[in-house]
């Protein structure tokens, strides 16, 4: 059974770059979407970027000019760095597995998720 | 960029169905999966690649997909399937990843 978890500062300053890893246990990153989804208070998801274990990378156009998703596969982990925070960016970020289908990726492992707070 | 289309809410009886849509240009033509998000938790895919369930999932959850709309079903509804619902596909002209907006389900 795959397991994810996020972990990171809970508050981070207006301007500044939040940054947040996910650990990955009971299987194996050489394969599939590792990705990071956020939801704001109160509102939907938002998926935010993945990491194709082939080395393709891609972003929400809305927040590509300020994430960046990089790949530990030694160490089992994945990050999100997302730069010049504003209050808008406080939300619930996620990190998930998105597994390949017939069409395209669907998320099959979540982690918990954890609350990130912009905020002076 | 694609969009994907759902009510705000739906509200259904214990014991009836309940169906969830969610709208796309010729949806039909891609992949859709479903989650269900209970308050205070993290989604739970409930079925994918349109109609498959993961395991664990009951068989009163199923899907279709056709045209412009995809539709979440849910079979004789219990007071625990109260929750916010999230179709999900991936727009293969950009390979990005879509959500919809959520369809907030109400057992009354």
């Known amino acids: 059974q795959v397991q994810l978890q996020e972990s990171g500062p809970g508050l981070v300053k207006p301007s500044e770059t939040l940054s947040l890893t996910c650990t990955v246990s009971?299987?194996?990153?050489?394969?599939?979407?590792w990705s990071w989804i956020r939801q704001p208070p109160g509102k939907g998801l938002e998926w935010i970027g993945y990491?194709?274990?082939?080395?393709?990378?891609n972003y929400n156009p809305s927040l590509k000019s300020r994430v960046t998703i990089s790949l530990k596969t030694s160490k089992n982990q994945f990050s999100l760095q997302l730069s010049s925070v504003t209050a808008a960016d406080t939300a619930v970020y996620y990190c998930?597995?998105?597994?390949?289908?017939?069409?395209?990726?669907?998320?099959?492992?979540w982690g918990q998720g954890t609350v990130v707070t912009v905020s002076s | 960029s694609y969009v994907l289309t759902q009510p705000p809410s739906v509200s259904v009886a214990p014991g009836q169905t309940a169906r969830i849509i969610c709208g796309g240009k010729?949806?039909?033509?891609?992949?859709v999966h479903w989650y269900q998000q209970k308050p205070g938790q993290a989604p739970v895919l409930v079925v994918y690649?349109?109609?498959d369930r993961p395991s664990g999932i009951p068989e009163r959850f199923s899907g279709s997909n056709s045209g412009n709309t995809a539709t979440l079903t849910i079979s004789r509804v219990e007071a625990g399937d109260e929750a916010d619902y999230y179709c999900?596909?991936?727009?293969?002209?950009?390979?990005?990843?879509?959500f919809g907006g959520g369809t907030k389900l109400t057992v009354l």
């Open positions: 690649d349109d109609s």
């Open positions: 998930a597995r998105g597994r390949l289908g017939v069409v395209g990726p669907h998320f099959d492992f």
């Open positions: 990491f194709y274990y082939s080395g393709s990378i």
């Open positions: 009971g299987g194996s990153m050489s394969s599939d979407y």
């Open positions: 999900q596909v991936w727009d293969s002209s950009t390979d990005h990843l879509v």
């Open positions: 010729n949806i039909g033509s891609k992949s």
